[in-house]
Every structure is written in C-alpha cells, then in structure tokens.
C-alpha cells in the first residue's frame, strides 16, 4: 500500500502543484535516518514523505487520528501518534524502536503548525538523533501555506518546492545537553538556508 499511495501523491504534486524536488539522492540509504522538515500545512508529512527514496514514518498529533479516513491513510504511510502536551514516552521509544531496525524516522520540531515558521525548534530530533548516533536530514517545502492554509478544506494549485540540506550529524563531544543544543541550531540553521533558497 506505501509504495501505491507515495507514488499516487508524487505524480499528484508534480501534476497539480507543478512540485519541484531538489537533493533526494543525498539521502542515506542505510541504517537508521531522521527526517525533519518545516511545518506550515497538513499536507507537509504527506507531500515531503513520498518523495523521501524510503519509508518515512511521521510522528503526527495524536488528534489526527480521530477521523475515520486520516487515520486509515496516516497509519498506512507508516505515521505514529505523539502526544504534544506532554513527554510522550510511547512515541520516543516508538522512534528509538524504528531506528534501531534502521529505518527512517519524520519529525517536525517546530511542535506544530506555523504561521511564522523557523524562529525556534524543539529538541526531539536532536535527543533522537544524539541517543542513536543518526544523522538528521533537513527539508524544507515551500508553498504548502498557500495550497492548503491551516482551517482551509480545498487545494489549491499552488506551486510546491521540496529542497534538501546538508546532514546534520551528532558532535562527538559535550554533554547530553550540550550536543542537543549544538545539533538544533544547526538544523535551524539549515532549514533557514533553505527557506531562502540559498542551497540552491
């Protein structure tokens, strides 16, 4: 069913959004892998996800999975429940679980949905990223914000760009604190890079 449905969303995006896609073949294609990206729109998990050359699975807001529908189609791309108010110890060790097998983990660490994106992340990627020892790539989508704006119910044909930076990778010194610290300013640092198009 993954492989139908990402395959379905790409020739969806390159036809109606007129999608551009930049740095997929950077990606790792072994072991254990984060993905994170910004976050301005519902379709962001599902547009980045089917471009990602491996299975992605998103963590996604517990609320979603409320609706009949979403959740049939957000358990079948692989995505996970977290709960945002609060440490969420199922979700963590439901992410340390996939990246031990070697997969790959989606993340969004603004903690939401933003309307002024990439002022400030969260650390989850990065205490992910520092317990394993995986790298984080950063992609940032462009123009989701306009195709479906947060309380809209319609696409509209807005042109999307999915751009991939450089790999974030743990330091191999400091403390816990210290390399979550480091490893969230570099990836706030790439994915503003991103946004203004400077990888490109």
Known sequence: MYPILTMLIRWFVRLFHRGSVHGMDT??????VIIVGNHASYLDPFYIGAFVPRKVQFMAKKSLFRFFLLRWLLKRLGA????????????IKKALSILDQGEVVGLFPEGGIKQHPLTQLKHGA????????CPIVPIYIDGT???????????????????????????AEGTAK???AVISEQLLSQLQSLKGGSEW
């Open 126 to 133: 990065a205490y992910l990223s520092m317990k394993k020892n």
């Open 145 to 171: 914000d306009q195709a479906l704006p947060k309380g809209r119910w319609y696409l509209k044909p807005t042109k999307i760009s999915i751009r991939v930076g450089k790999i974030v990778k743990p330091p």
């Open 27 to 32: 990606i790792p294609q072994e072991k254990g």
């Open 80 to 91: 996970f429940p977290v709960d945002r108010d609060r440490t969420d110890l199922q979700s």
């Open 178 to 180: 210290e390399k979550q």
